[in-house]
């Protein structure tokens, strides 16, 4: 969806935004925020809500508690609302899109600050690329959960450059976001 090429399987036309969230397994009240291209994009990008179910199911199977989650390169909100689906909170999501923000923002209650006491996610845009912005963001973290790590930390870093379904270019600075991720992992000490 994310590129505007998925056909109908019927009809001589590419799929609506509607129907390609509805296979991505948004519920039909999700809302999109931005124009037809950012939300294609939003869409296409997305881990879809009712994987991200089964694994925030499964990992709580194993014993990890349901305490705060933690939601990096959390785009429209596909791996949050999953896990929500679950029973989990999520306290806190970064992005770095201005249109997925504003579409994480539209579909939950959400607030720009740390607010340790609310039971709101802390939304937070930022580019993750550099090392001084993931400083701030393991503050911010820090000040929303206290002293608390968080139970899971989640994130979809993007995969265009070592995916089959993208370019595949060694050199695309996207890759090295998922090294990024595991920063948060060693900083913040989550139990999954």
Known sequence: ??????????????????????FQSFPDTYGFIGGDGAIRKQIGNAVPPLLAQAVARRIFEVGVG????????????????????AGAEVAVAADNDESALKTYAFNRATEPIADPSSARTLLIGADLSSQHVREEVFAAVRQKLGTQPPSVLVGGPPC???????????????????VAFLDFVDALRPEA
């Open 1 to 22: 969806p994310g590129n505007g090429t998925n056909m109908h399987p019927a009809e001589d036309r590419t799929l609506s935004n509607r129907e390609a969230a509805r």
């Open 66 to 85: 349901r305490g705060p989650v933690v939601d990096l390169f959390a785009g429209a909100g596909g791996l949050s609302l999953g896990f929500e689906l």
């Open 160 to 178: 265009q450059g070592f995916s089959y379904a993208g370019f595949r270019d060694p050199t695309d600075p996207r890759s090295d976001l998922a």
